[in-house]
């Protein structure tokens, strides 16, 4: 899709490394594309964080953007692929899980965002509820007790991959019951396969 005249012109001029088209386009995307995040991960440092990141890229990569297609569906998009990125590396390094969970401990201190949390453990709860029972209590020993597949699996006498593919089927069932009623309600905790919270 063609873009309008006056952002081609923009585009053309960051292709040749003009700094103030680079920063018109960074302030007229910033917002939207901060809002945007924020539907995935809603912790303001992380959102910042990122688009900080993606506009860098944008820079490095200027001389490959393509001034005659929609250079906003390309931001949306690099920015997406950007947030599933970095959940992912969250969800592989501990350190980053507890930095993104203190920050959203230090919004619970805002009401709203304490409201929000509320809802949140409230679903989460349903959630669970809505498993088959044998799941719903493997998922609640690993979960909420913290015990490993094999401590879990002769608990029930069951064996370990019984236990594994449970989680497995528990944590789809509960990714899809938040998507459906969760209206963007902290994903994070989804989308990086961590359910945290003591219902």
């Known amino acids: ?5 006056e952002e081609a012109v923009l585009l053309k001029k960051l292709q040749q490394g003009d700094a103030a088209a680079y ?6 995307y910033y917002p939207s ?17 990122a688009l900080q990141e993606i506009f860098i890229k944008i ?18 998009r690099i920015t997406r692929n950007h947030v599933f990125k970095s959940l992912k ?6 350190s980053l899980r507890l930095q993104v969970m203190q920050e959203l401990q230090q919004q619970t201190n805002d009401a709203d965002t304490s409201l ?15 498993l088959p029972p044998q799941r719903q209590k493997v998922f609640r020993l690993c979960r909420e007790e913290s015990k490993s597949y094999e401590e879990v699996a002769i608990e029930l006498g069951i064996s370990r991959n019984t236990v594994k593919e449970h989680m497995v089927m528990a ?3 509960i990714r899809f019951y938040f998507y459906t009623n969760a209206d963007g309600l902290l994903p994070i905790f989804l989308l990086s396969g961590l ?3 003591k219902p």
């Open 1 to 5: 899709m063609p873009v309008g005249n």
């Open 23 to 28: 920063i018109t386009l960074y302030n007229q």
């Open 33 to 49: 594309l901060y809002t945007y995040i924020l539907h995935f991960v809603n912790i303001p440092a992380f959102a910042e964080d």
């Open 59 to 76: 820079w490095e990569i200027r001389e490959r953007i393509n001034p005659e297609l929609s250079f906003s569906g390309y931001l949306y």
């Open 89 to 94: 590396k969250i969800t592989a390094d501990e």
């Open 116 to 130: 929000v949390w509320k809802e949140y453990e409230a679903l989460l709860l349903a959630a669970i509820r809505q």
């Open 171 to 173: 944590m789809k069932s």
């Open 195 to 197: 359910v945290i919270t």
